[in-house]
DNA sequence: GAAGCGTGGAC
DNA sequence: TGTCCAAGCTT
């Protein structure tokens, strides 16, 4: 049955910007609302389970534009008197150090993305620097992100940039999504912060915020819905800039305030308003299954790859599958992630699968019958 | 659609 | 200590 968009009332309704103080100045100057918002308020009305509240919810969620504009000045005010001063929300910061900031958080925290944000783009300010570079260097200067297919990624959209872009990060959402490593949350979410336009950006935390506030769970789904997708554009101010504002307004309250575990409901700007707290906080419907860790191939990889970064030569096979002092090695340099390895006790053909994986990967290539870094 | 892919802080 | 989880993407 082919797909097609629902149909939409809408009627404009202008709204006061919220107070603006001085400390807030690098965040709203960046998400500036115009001095009267005029939002054109849209109403699934043929999903109804978009925008229905659940059954025990409070009255906002008849879904009225005054609702939708109780939710917007509310998360938008909590927003201008709390947001983060993130060095990738200022204004002078390029829509690159954005997409950089973007792929380096992809299921990353912020504190410890901040410092290695802060060292690439000092040595890579622009796609073509880092574009003219090897990408290892990428993958090395990734330091302990985690995810280092991700450094990978970069340095092939960079080059990408530079090639087919005239160095310029695109500007579109699937201009942005063609991008290796961007995914439909990136490119929206970089159209939407570095360009300002109307996109409907879904992560993590927005997924959340909507579970709890409008459908009264607990978590969202394991995996995003088509449903999820069009309650978030539903709730999405008409304009340009008010939209930039709300994407990055929701995702932050539900970076530190709906947290998942233990959310802080006390300091939240619309608890009256949250359908799951209407409920009585109900329990989650699913265990979300943790991933496993100790013993697993994914532990050996970054063992290995941890290697890899250390080295400055090509590391022969001996010392991944050899005890480091038997060949000589001091508990210095490479020494160290060498011992860390092979305290985990992997069997040769879990070290082999990761290797194999590697250079599959092109995390790792072969030279002069050792491993290193791609050059 | 499910599985695979890193890392370290918080509880 | 072990488990959960963080601005996802790719195959």
């Known amino acids: 049955m082919p797909a097609h968009p629902p149909r939409l009332e ?32 849209g109403i699934d009305t043929e999903s109804s389970t978009a925008v229905s509240p659940h059954p025990a919810g409070p009255a906002w969620a008849a879904g009225t534009a005054a609702d939708l504009n ?13 947001a983060r001063d993130l060095p990738w929300r200022e204004p002078a910061c390029s829509p690159w150090g954005i997409l950089v900031s973007e792929i380096m958080l992809q299921q990353t925290p ?6 290695v944000w802060h ?62 490593g ?6 929206a979410a970089v159209a939407s912060f570095a360009y300002g336009r109307r996109e409907t950006v879904v992560d993590t935390n927005i997924r959340r915020v909507h579970a709890r506030l409008i459908s009264g769970t607990a978590l969202p ?36 305030v709906c947290t998942a575990r233990a959310p802080k409901c006390a300091a939240c700007p619309v608890n009256d308003l949250c359908a799951w707290r209407a409920a ?11 991933q496993a860790w100790h013993g697993t191939d994914r532990q050996v990889r970054g063992a290995v790859v941890a290697v890899l970064r250390q080295a400055e030569t090509p590391v022969p096979p001996d010392m991944f599958f050899h005890e480091p002092a038997d060949l000589g090695f001091a508990p210095t340099g490479i020494g160290v992630p060498l011992a860390a390895l092979h305290r985990l006790n992997s069997a040769p053909e879990q070290l082999e699968r990761a290797l194999t994986g590697l250079l599959a ?3 790792a290539e072969m030279h002069d019958g050792g491993y290193r870094l791609p050059a």
């Open 70 to 82: 109780r939710l917007h000045e509310r998360i938008n005010g909590w927003f201008s008197e709390t």
């Open 10 to 41: 809408t009627r404009p309704v202008s709204v006061h910007p919220p107070r603006r103080r001085a400390a807030d100045a690098l965040v709203t100057s960046r998400f500036s609302p115009p001095k009267h918002i005029h939002y054109s308020v």
């Open 221 to 256: 789904a394991p995996a995003l819905t088509a449903a999820e997708m069009r309650l978030a554009a539903s709730l999405l101010p008409a304009d340009d800039a008010s939209s930039v504002r709300w994407n990055a307004a929701v995702m932050e309250l539900g970076a530190l």
């Open 182 to 187: 961007v995914g439909g949350y990136t490119a």
């Open 361 to 363: 990967d092109g995390l």
């Open 110 to 115: 912020v504190v410890r993305v901040l410092p």
């Open 280 to 290: 009585g906080e109900p329990p989650p419907s699913y265990v979300p299954k943790g």
């Open 119 to 180: 060292e690439w783009l000092k040595r890579w300010p622009t796609p073509a620097a880092l574009a003219g570079e090897p990408a290892g260097e990428a993958v090395r200067a990734w330091g302990r992100l985690g995810y280092p297919r991700r450094a990978l990624r970069l340095h092939a959209a960079a080059a990408a940039i530079t090639q087919d872009h005239s160095g310029k990060v695109p500007d579109t959402y699937p201009e942005l999504l063609a991008l290796p």
